[in-house]
């Protein structure tokens, strides 16, 4: 079983809707992996000028509580 | 040791044995994307672990005994990551459910007034929104293949049963937490399989329900270990510190 690009699994996912390339400030930018050089990275790849960069991914979010 | 910190030394034992499972399994990723996300995970799972240890044990002798001096009777890591993963779906849905239920007690801790305990919590769980994230992006993965479908339900059935049984019984002493507010093991535990419900429902998923006359698992219970047995022996191989010259 072959897991799709993480560009397709993850491009809707609201998470990452509004992040912008560092170099060209393109919003047209896509989830290359979720896991990028290092634990705390997402690895993005930006359609308009054609780089990669990392995104930290820790913005503060957690999941669901189960102590509601 | 306090109750409080009783509960943190299982989850810290439970990244431990998490970390392992993914630094074992990492060669069997499917991609390039597997790889860096097993790696990642298993870095961040013995960063907690370790965290953990230095919070309950700042002092060096302490921490060295509690991280690498202990036997496996004395780990308290999850009874759910205990059997080794049959096959990938089982690889994925053990990480979830052991990450999903780990975060439920720990987003208990999110309001403590212990400050340090709180940011262990919320650290915990900034890395668990994305672990999860990955687990359930793979879900709807094998979602679409019928067999691979087949292999994750079978999973789910088997180890949920030993991820809600980790919530320990809903009497007062027996709960989580024994402080005010602390809700006990059964609410947290209803509040755990709404979660897992959540993601996987929607994907055609069945979460079942927990099984008539209580636990069905053998053994009995040990609320400050959360387990009802010891580690076993070919687990404890595989996560004890080989190397303790190398530790710093």
Known sequence: MDRPPDRHLFARDPDFAQVTCPACESGNTEVQS??????????????????????????????PSAAV | MTDVNDDLLCVADTKLVLGNWFAECVMNGRSLPDFAAMLGMCTASYG?????????APGQEAYAELERGRGPAEIRSMQLLDVPPQNWEDLVMAAYLAEQSSWALMSSLLATDDRAVAAIARKIGEEAYFHLKYATGWFKVIASDVEGAERLQ????????LARDWFGADDPGGGVMPREGAMGGRALA??????????????????????????????????????????PAGLFEVIRFKNPEYAH
Not at chain 2, 48 to 56: F, G, T, W
Not at chain 2, 199 to 227: M, Y
Request: a positive charge.
């Open chain 1, 34 to 63: 979720l896991t990028g050089s290092s634990a705390s990275e997402v690895l993005f790849f930006c359609r308009n000028c054609r780089s990669c960069f990392n995104w930290i991914k820790w913005q503060h979010q957690l999941p």
């Open chain 2, 48 to 56: 907690q672990a370790r965290a953990i240890y230095q919070h309950l």
């Open chain 2, 154 to 161: 079978d999973s789910l059935a088997r180890r949920i049963v």
């Open chain 2, 190 to 231: 209803d509040g755990f399989i709404r979660n897992v419900e959540r993601d996987l429902a929607p994907l055609g998923f069945q979460v079942p329900s927990e099984p008539a006359g209580g636990h069905a698992i053998a053994g009995s219970w040990d609320q400050t270990r959360r387990r009802r047995d010891d580690l």
